[in-house]
């Protein structure tokens, strides 16, 4: 049986998304990253080219405006004789108009050795130039620009350099031309106009006396030096052009570009803060670290994404998974084999139970199979022996079946197992194919079928099949001509075995008795038991002719009889038991089976009553007797309602000749057949069971007779008896009917006497003693009637609570004539003494035999000789005429 496995979602493939997820958000980090980087990198050679270029630039301008300022103070050399010639106006305006050459310059003047001014341009005007510039502008042996560290103009209040030349001097010593230029003038030189955003600029020395300094916010810087190491000992060391590490000005890191100018010592450089080199890229890089987490940021919602759908189809696969599996437990758990095709006829789906009917389809059976292939591998197994063709042709009718695919149809497998087989169209025009079992229903109906019509206990066939083989054989002899003959069977005595050796001993008999009837007839005849201890056997093929067929008849009857006589060892012990035997013929005329069978019982009830252990043949006068029987016992059903019973009473007189008291016997008054005897319906009753309400009626009428009589002084003294048969005795309620017909009627019980026969006694001795002496202890007598006619064991009658026995009709009839019945008589009165009981004679007609009677002791007599049984009134009257 299949399994439902728990729907745990598998990990992998979400661990495989977030794999790929990670993945690429690393790659795009470190692709952006790297992105970055090198724009970093390009940004920043770009910067410095820039700056590069920016330094370049101001170092030609510096340079430039430089040369020209040497150039104009050389020039002033033409001044000198003038001044020297001290026509001052002339140099002074000379001056003035050199000076205006250079846009630069703010004044110019012409020094002496001493600092003192030879010529300057305003009459009388003077030019702060600190003595230590003069003194190191004079210093150089080769005349030289030189430039002063910046101050402040007295005159001006702007910051200011000096830039000087030395000259030579009429006379041959040395003047000094000098230029004062405002440090704003440079600063334009530096920028050239166009500057470089963020950049910061400076003219410096080579020691790092920062001469100009613009930094982009605060515009001039003033300072002593510029920050960072001096710019000669970095050319000194072999430095870059430019490099890395802190703006001049502002120290802040950045590239620097330094440019040497011409003039000795002095310096240009441009520096970059890398904020400001990097700004562009600072904004590119902000959009693409944007764009990258825009873009990474997706591809984890992607991720998200694909785990949740994952999850679903995973979940939904589970859901499809647990339903397969749940359809594939149902169809192992089915009981019927199923089988689905598909609209072509190929095998979709089958189950376990399908491979348990078909075992040689095993290898065949898979999915996508074609079903005739399933058909024409079955077909060897079905039909073993069978021509190619014939083996065809099936596997095309079950296929054509299909076409019309509907109803049942069934199949006996080789394993013995019956199948149906039902096929359904599905709505896709394929097929769903059960496989019942039906073995066991089959075999259910088999022993139904057996049980119907055969014997449980034999194994015989039962009335049901032998009724249906006489009405086949009638008919069969008819048209044959022939005779058949059937023959009932019932065996003697068998409830008397039955109750005394157990019910299974008498199963063991019935058995044995099967088995020697079934070896005692031919082959084609037949034996049945009908139930209880009746066995039927019908012969056929008798002779066509009456005489012939009663002889092969009546041959085989009486071979039953002998064999049915031998004893049977039950238990160990062996029985000697008997049979009766009614024998019929049927064939010469048109006859039912129910016909046939009642007349072989009629004939066997025959055999049955002419004592036993013998064979009649039937004859149409017992089915006349038979008939009467029927009608007898349908107008004695209506009797007892429509209140037809009387009692008659028969006097018992003692020696005295005084009524010691009566016997009850019950008179039929039958509308058309007039006053019936109990000898013409007791039998019928005793037969019908009708016997128990008609005793409960005799002894209920009986008890309220005794009671009546209690008030009467002639009656009071009277003994009432009254006979009852083995079933009435048998009735598991006899003894409470008694006490409450006593009880009800108030009648003595000491009054009232049982007549039970012997063989009732002794039927069941025990149930007999104990019900006597249940009664007995109340005071009912018990009186043993037709006493002598059933061979009873003394030692019986010694445990029985008896008080009287009623000697048998029979034998007081012919006593005096009969030496035989003589001695009987004599030796019950005998007994009787010794075993103190009393003795009634019945059926006494003359003296005679009073008087036999009389001599040998009996005491008591009931006969025609003295009372016919006569009404009840009559007998009262009788009574009191006796006694007046
Ligand atoms: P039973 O008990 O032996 O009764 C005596 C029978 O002998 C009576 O016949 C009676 O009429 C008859 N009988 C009496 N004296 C003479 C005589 O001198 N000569 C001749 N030939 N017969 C005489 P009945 O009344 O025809 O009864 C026949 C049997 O029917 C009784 O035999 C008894 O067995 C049975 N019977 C009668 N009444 C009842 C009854 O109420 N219940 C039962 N179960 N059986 C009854
Ligand atoms: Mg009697
Ligand atoms: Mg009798």
Request: hydrophobic share 45%; glycine share 8%; aromatic share 6%.
């Amino acid at each position: 049986m299949m399994k439902i496995a728990a729907a745990a979602p598998g990990r992998r493939p979400y661990a495989l998304v977030w794999a790929l997820v990670v993945a690429l958000v690393l790659g795009l980090a470190l692709a952006v990253t790297a992105l970055l980087w090198s724009q970093r990198n390009a940004q920043l050679a770009e910067a410095e080219a820039q700056l590069g270029r920016f330094a370049t630039g101001a170092e030609v301008g510096m340079n430039r405006a430089l040369l020209a300022l040497d150039v104009l103070l050389a020039t002033l050399e033409q001044v000198v004789p003038a001044a020297e010639a001290t026509d001052a106006p002339v140099s002074t305006q000379l001056l003035a108009a050199m000076a205006r050459q250079n846009l630069m310059v703010r004044e110019v003047a012409l020094l002496d050795g001493q600092g003192t001014p030879v010529l300057v341009p305003v009459p009388g005007a003077s030019m702060q130039v600190p003595p230590d510039f003069v003194a190191a502008a004079l210093a150089p042996a080769v005349p030289m620009l030189v430039v002063s560290n910046p101050l402040v103009s007295s005159r001006s209040a702007e910051r200011v350099l000096y830039v000087a030349r030395a000259l030579r001097a009429p006379g041959g010593g040395r003047w000094l031309a000098v230029a004062q230029v405002p440090v704003d003038a440079l600063v334009a030189v530096l920028l050239q106009g166009m500057p470089l955003t963020g950049a910061e600029v400076t003219l410096e020395r080579g020691r790092g006396d920062l001469l100009v300094g613009l930094a982009p916010a605060q515009g001039l810087v003033e300072g002593e030096g510029a920050s960072g190491p001096p710019l000669a000992r970095v050319a000194l060391e072999g430095g870059l052009p430019s490099w890395h590490g802190s703006t001049r000005l502002l120290s802040t890191p950045g590239l620097v570009a330094m440019r040497p100018l011409m003039y000795e010592d002095l310096w240009v450089t441009a520096s970059l803060p890398r904020e400001a080199a990097l700004a562009d890229w600072s904004v590119q890089s902000q959009l693409i670290i944007g764009a990258a987490l825009a873009l990474g940021l997706t591809m984890v919602a992607a991720g998200v994404l694909a785990t949740v759908h994952l999850r679903r189809m995973h979940r939904a696969r589970a859901v499809v998974a647990q339903s397969k599996a749940l359809l594939d437990e149902a169809l192992g758990a089915m009981l019927s084999g199923f089988m689905l095709l598909d609209a072509q006829g190929n095998v979709v789906q089958w189950n376990q139970r399908f491979e348990e009917f078909f075992p040689w389809l095993a290898g065949v059976v898979r999915p996508g199979v074609s079903f005739q292939r399933v058909l024409q591998t079955t077909v060897h197994y079905h039909l073993p022996g069978a021509s190619p063709e014939d083996k065809r042709a099936w596997v095309e009718e079950r296929l054509r079946r299909h076409g019309s695919a509907s109803g049942t149809l069934e199949q006996r497998l080789p394993s013995g197992r019956h199948v149906q087989v039902i096929e359904q169209p599905t709505p896709d025009g394929g097929l769903v194919i059960l496989y019942h079992d039906l073995t066991e229903l089959r075999r259910a109906t088999a022993e139904v079928e057996h049980l119907a019509f055969y014997d449980p206990l034999t194994g015989l066939p039962n009335r049901r099949l032998l009724l249906e083989r006489i009405e086949q054989a009638c008919v069969a002899s008819q048209r044959a001509g022939s005779h058949g003959a059937v023959l009932f069977i019932d065996l003697d005595h068998f409830k008397t075995l039955n109750d005394t050796l157990g019910h299974e001993t008498g199963d063991e008999l019935l058995r044995q008795v099967a088995r020697r009837l079934e070896a005692g007839v031919r082959a084609g005849d037949l034996v049945a038991r009908l139930g209880g201890d009746e066995f039927v056997v019908m012969l056929l093929d008798l002779a066509g002719d009456v005489p012939t067929a009663t002889v092969q008849a009546r041959t085989v009857a009486e071979q039953i009889v002998a064999l049915l006589a031998r004893p049977y060892s039950l238990t160990g012990q062996l029985h000697h038991g008997g049979a009766s035997l009614g024998v019929t013929l049927f064939g010469a005329e048109v006859q039912t089976a129910s016909e046939v069978l009642k007349q072989a019982d009629i004939a066997m009830y025959e055999a049955k009553a002419r004592s036993g252990n013998g064979l009649c043949f039937f004859d149409p006068s017992m089915q006349v007797a038979l008939s009467e029987r029927a009608r007898l016992l349908a107008d004695l059903k209506r009797a007892l309602p429509a209140e037809q019973f009387v009692l008659h009473l028969q006097p018992q007189l003692d020696n005295q000749g005084q009524v010691a008291g009566a016997e009850a016997l019950l008179r039929w008054q039958h509308p058309e057949r007039g006053l019936v005897p109990p000898g013409q319906f007791i039998a019928v009753a005793e037969d019908s069971e009708l016997i128990v309400p008609i005793g409960r009626w005799v002894l209920e009428s009986a008890c309220r007779m005794l009671a009546r009589w209690q008030d009467d002084p002639a009656l009071r003294e009277l003994c009432l008896s009254v006979n009852v048969s083995a079933r009435q005795f048998r009735q598991p309620d006899f003894v409470d009917l008694v006490l409450s017909s006593l009880a009800a009627s108030g009648a003595r019980a000491h009054r009232l006497e049982l007549e039970l026969t012997e063989s009732l006694v002794l039927e069941d001795v025990d149930d007999s003693i104990a019900k006597m002496h249940r009664l007995r202890t109340r005071g009912v007598r018990f009186a043993v009637d037709d006493f002598g006619t059933g061979y009873s064991s003394l030692a019986y009658l010694t445990r029985l609570p008896l008080q009287r026995l009623k000697i048998d009709r029979s034998f007081v009839q012919h006593l005096g004539e009969s030496h035989s019945d003589d001695v009987v008589v004599q030796t019950i009165l005998g007994m009787a003494r010794n075993l103190a009981l009393d003795v009634v004679a019945e059926g006494v007609e003359t003296q005679q035999q009073c008087d036999f009677l009389a001599v040998h002791g009996c005491e008591v007599y009931q006969g025609y000789l003295f009372a016919r049984p006569m009404p009840v009134g009559e007998f009262e009257e009788y009574v009191k005429g006796r006694a007046r």
